[in-house]
């Protein structure tokens, strides 16, 4: 198990890359995530819902993602309630303050979902969440020496040296670990160094010397990252203008499933920029993509708030396109209802009015994998809903796609506003090629899919460079031999 020695260390990255260096070593590996926090979900085969960054692994590993692989997934609705799914299902919602009498309840299923997914390998890596030296947080914990300890899993711990501070991170995680937490870990990598590695020996002594743990490898940075799909809003860069088609997402303040981004980004001779709360909208931009939000309602005030609103009439007048996707497509329409107060106090919000439909809010959620075409290009797609409410009225007569030979999403007559509930449809090379060839962009030839499976594979050869991976397996068998 990977534990970090705070957020954001990498953790995720190097379970993906490690996913995929054991998994070409002939190894069948599964990646496993106990409680993740992320509104970035993937819809797994058994019509369910896990953390992206465990889709990213099950990809490594060169396997479908299943629920199993991540059986809690906290997805944040407002500042400190956040909507609860158990094992790839909506289970219910907590406040952060109640949260700590509900964790103890979800132990089961998550080792449920791991005893059954490690009955499937010869390797399972473990990804905690956040870090173990939050200690006020470790009453029930399930996420990182909780599940460690009662699933008898040994952990490593990974340190951020490009935040600085790496010897403390490191050295003060022991400090404030129970004696028994403590004796879980068995060695830690520091990651993210830039630089000679050399320079590091004496703090890698230092570390040795005052916790015992064994260094099992300096990880210097891996620039390509960037070309992987990122978990966190956080980490998607806004890409400064240059030549050919520019595209802007607004931030929402919950927004989903924004690796949609992710293939357009990577598109030669197409700038994403990330708009920021608080800017107004480049005049200089070709699309704008109101992106998924886990509160539309919540979220469309939010946008009026930013004065978004009044910079999307006048990008249309300025002869730009808009595209919503899921939450962002009901936003569009003429007025969002929620009788039932799925969304937010029972009511009934007013629309952007940028497509003549409307949505009716319902507790039940759509989670489906779903293929079909493009309904103005013919351009196969392949991709997935999750969502709440269904859309409906005039502008679903020219529909964005046919799934099953009906209708998906709505046109406005001008062509230039269109909303739909599917997504990752950009990852398919055809439809984006037509997509954005359509608004003046000339194809790059990218194969995104292509680019993502070499970017794993060379974040495994980096990796291997510079971790001790047969320490590691030994660690992990040792660990498999104590447990038994």
Same mark, same amino acid.
């Given at each position: 198990?990977?534990?970090?020695?705070?957020?954001?260390?990498?953790?995720?990255?190097?379970? *993906?890359?490690?996913?995929?260096?054991?998994?070409?070593?002939?190894?069948?590996?599964?990646?496993?995530?106990?409680?993740?926090?992320?509104?970035?979900?993937?819809? #797994?085969?058994?019509?369910?819902?896990?953390?992206?960054?465990? *889709?990213?692994?099950?990809?490594?590993?060169?396997?479908?993602?299943? #629920?199993d692989?991540?059986?809690?997934?906290?997805?944040?609705?407002?500042?400190?309630?956040?909507?609860?799914?158990?094992?790839?299902?909506?289970?219910?919602?907590?406040?952060? %303050?109640?949260?700590?009498?509900? &964790?103890?309840?979800?132990?089961?299923?998550?080792?449920?979902?791991?005893?059954?997914?490690?009955?499937?390998?010869?390797?399972?890596?473990?990804?905690?969440? %956040?870090?173990?030296?939050?200690?006020?947080?470790?009453?029930?914990?399930?996420?990182?020496?909780?599940?460690?300890? *009662?699933?008898?899993?040994?952990?490593?711990?990974?340190?951020?040296?490009?935040?600085?501070?790496?010897?403390?991170?490191?050295?003060?995680?022991?400090?404030?670990?129970?004696?028994?937490?403590? *004796?879980?870990?068995?060695?830690?990598?520091?990651n993210?160094?830039?630089?000679?590695?050399?320079?590091?020996?004496?703090?890698?002594?230092?570390?040795?010397?005052?916790?015992?743990?064994?260094?099992?490898?300096?990880?210097?940075?891996?620039?390509?990252?960037?070309?992987?799909?990122?978990?966190?809003?956080?980490?998607?860069?806004?890409?400064?203008?240059?030549?050919?088609?520019?595209?802007?997402?607004?931030?929402?303040?919950?927004?989903?499933?924004?690796?949609?981004?992710?293939?357009?980004?990577?598109?030669?001779?197409?700038?994403?920029?990330?708009?920021?709360?608080?800017?107004a909208?480049?005049?200089?931009?070709?699309?704008?993509?109101v992106?998924?939000? &886990?509160?539309?309602?919540?979220?469309?005030?939010?946008?009026?708030?930013?004065?978004w609103?009044?910079?999307?009439?006048?990008?249309?007048?300025?002869?730009?396109?808009?595209?919503?996707?899921?939450?962002?497509?009901?936003?569009?329409?003429?007025?969002?209802?929620?009788?039932?107060?799925v969304?937010?106090?029972?009511?009934?919000?007013?629309?952007?009015?940028?497509?003549?439909?409307?949505?009716?809010?319902?507790?039940?959620?759509?989670?489906?994998?779903?293929?079909?075409?493009?309904?103005?290009?013919?351009?196969?797609?392949? %991709?997935?809903?999750?969502?709440?409410?269904?859309?409906?009225?005039?502008?679903?007569?020219?529909?964005?796609?046919?799934?099953d030979?009906?209708?998906?999403?709505?046109?406005?007559?001008?062509?230039?506003?269109?909303?739909?509930?599917?997504?990752?449809?950009?990852?398919?090379?055809?439809?984006?090629?037509?997509?954005?060839?359509?608004?003046?962009?000339?194809?790059?030839?990218?194969?995104?899919?292509? #680019?993502?499976?070499?970017?794993?594979?060379?974040l495994?050869?980096?990796?291997?460079r510079?971790?001790?991976?047969?320490?590691?397996?030994?660690?992990?068998?040792?660990?498999?031999?104590?447990?038994?």
């Amino acid at each position: 198990m990977l534990q970090g020695t705070g957020s954001n260390v990498g953790k995720s990255l190097l379970v *993906a890359g490690l996913c995929r260096a054991f998994a070409r070593r002939g190894l069948a590996v599964r990646p496993f995530k106990p409680q993740n926090m992320s509104n970035n979900a993937a819809v #797994t085969e058994d019509g369910g819902e896990i953390g992206r960054a465990q *889709a990213l692994q099950a990809r490594a590993c060169g396997v479908a993602p299943h #629920t199993d692989m991540n059986p809690v997934l906290l997805k944040p609705e407002t500042e400190t309630g956040a909507q609860i799914v158990v094992q790839g299902r909506r289970w219910g919602r907590s406040e952060a %303050g109640g949260y700590r009498d509900v &964790k103890p309840r979800l132990m089961a299923p998550v080792r449920e979902s791991f005893d059954r997914l490690a009955a499937t390998a010869d390797l399972v890596l473990v990804e905690g969440a %956040g870090s173990p030296a939050e200690v006020n947080l470790r009453a029930g914990d399930i996420a990182n020496m909780g599940f460690a300890r *009662a699933a008898g899993v040994p952990v490593v711990l990974v340190g951020d040296i490009d935040r600085g501070g790496v010897i403390a991170q490191i050295i003060g995680t022991q400090a404030v670990l129970a004696h028994e937490d403590a *004796a879980m870990i068995r060695g830690y990598i520091v990651n993210r160094f830039r630089g000679d590695a050399a320079l590091f020996d004496d703090g890698n002594a230092l570390i040795a010397a005052r916790t015992g743990w064994r260094g099992l490898g300096v990880v210097p940075w891996f620039a390509a990252a960037q070309r992987l799909p990122a978990e966190d809003a956080v980490d998607i860069p806004a890409r400064a203008r240059g030549d050919g088609l520019h595209v802007v997402c607004l931030r929402l303040s919950r927004i989903a499933n924004f690796d949609d981004l992710d293939p357009l980004a990577l598109e030669p001779g197409v700038s994403v920029t990330m708009l920021a709360p608080g800017m107004a909208l480049p005049g200089d931009t070709d699309l704008v993509i109101v992106p998924g939000t &886990k509160s539309t309602r919540g979220d469309l005030d939010f946008l009026r708030a930013q004065g978004w609103d009044v910079d999307l009439a006048a990008h249309l007048r300025r002869g730009g396109h808009v595209l919503g996707l899921c939450g962002g497509y009901q936003m569009l329409g003429r007025m969002i209802h929620d009788p039932d107060g799925v969304d937010g106090p029972a009511g009934q919000t007013p629309g952007l009015g940028l497509l003549d439909v409307e949505t009716v809010m319902a507790p039940e959620k759509t989670l489906r994998r779903v293929g079909g075409v493009h309904a103005a290009r013919s351009e196969p797609l392949d %991709g997935y809903e999750i969502h709440m409410g269904r859309t409906d009225g005039p502008d679903r007569a020219r529909p964005f796609a046919r799934i099953d030979g009906a209708n998906e999403g709505a046109i406005r007559s001008d062509g230039r506003v269109a909303g739909t509930y599917l997504h990752g449809v950009f990852t398919q090379d055809g439809f984006r090629r037509a997509f954005l060839g359509a608004l003046g962009h000339r194809s790059s030839g990218l194969d995104y899919d292509g #680019t993502i499976d070499a970017t794993l594979d060379d974040l495994a050869d980096h990796l291997a460079r510079h971790l001790d991976a047969d320490a590691l397996l030994q660690i992990a068998t040792a660990g498999t031999e104590a447990a038994q």
